[in-house]
Structure formats: structure tokens, C-alpha cells
């Protein structure tokens, strides 16, 4: 059982950037891959990044590449998605997601999600 609990959101200007954190219950975090996804109002919930259990591996969606980092210390049971150049459009409900095994960028693959963090960007 994995348990997530997201954090960082928060209001900012057009261009700025936001860090926002997802910290893990349980052991064997590190054998999770670890996504986030977001939904804004009105609209169906889209892929943004993932992580694979190492870290090694990232993806990310076109909309955010470039812009957005993902990453993660197994260390601290946390995975990280450092926003930069933020666009009025990245306005959304952000989650992580926790799947055990490879990457995806498909909600349904994953088991365990957070409650989500509010980000929204003013123009």
C-alpha cells in the first residue's frame, strides 16, 4: 500500500515557477514509478511526467517539455515536478500517481493517488 500526499501549489504570474512535492507512505517506495497528472476545469485529466522507480528515466508531455522537471529521492520517499515558465493554461488540479513497475502515461495503469494540489497561474 502506498499512500501520497502532494504539495506546492499555490498561485503565480505568467512565466514564474512552482515546485510542487509528492511524498510516499511505505517501505518499498522505490519499486514504484511515480507520475503526475493534472485537470483543469472542464477538461479530462491528462498526463504531465513520470519517473521511473530509478530515476532514470523521465517522460514527459509535449505541452510541458522542455518546462518541467521531474525527479525523485528515494531517500526521502519523494518525487518532485519543478515548473518553470509557467502558462495561464497550466492552470489545473495536479496529482501524483503511483503505479509498481514500468512508467506510463496512462491514469488507469496506476493504483495510488494523491488528493491533489491547486495550481494556478495568473496572465
Known amino acids: 500500500q502506498v499512500q501520497l500526499v502532494e504539495s506546492g501549489g499555490g498561485l503565480v504570474q505568467a512565466g514564474g515557477s512552482l515546485r510542487l512535492s509528492c511524498v510516499a507512505s511505505?517501505?518499498?517506495?522505490?519499486?514504484?514509478?511515480v507520475g503526475w497528472f493534472r485537470q483543469a476545469p472542464g477538461k479530462e485529466r491528462s498526463f504531465v511526467a513520470v519517473?521511473?522507480?530509478?530515476?532514470?528515466?523521465?517522460y514527459y508531455a509535449d505541452s510541458v517539455k522542455g518546462r518541467f522537471t521531474i525527479s525523485r529521492d528515494n531517500a526521502k520517499n519523494t518525487v518532485y515536478l519543478q515548473m518553470n515558465s509557467l502558462k495561464p493554461e497550466d492552470t489545473a488540479v495536479y496529482y501524483c500517481?503511483?503505479?509498481?513497475?514500468?512508467?506510463?502515461?496512462?491514469?488507469?495503469?496506476?493504483?495510488?493517488w494523491g488528493q491533489g494540489t491547486q495550481v494556478t497561474v495568473s496572465s
Open positions: 519517473i521511473t522507480w530509478s530515476g532514470a528515466n523521465t
Open positions: 511505505g517501505r518499498t517506495f522505490s519499486s514504484y514509478a
Open positions: 500517481a503511483a503505479k509498481y513497475g514500468g512508467g506510463s502515461d496512462v491514469g488507469y495503469d496506476y493504483a495510488y
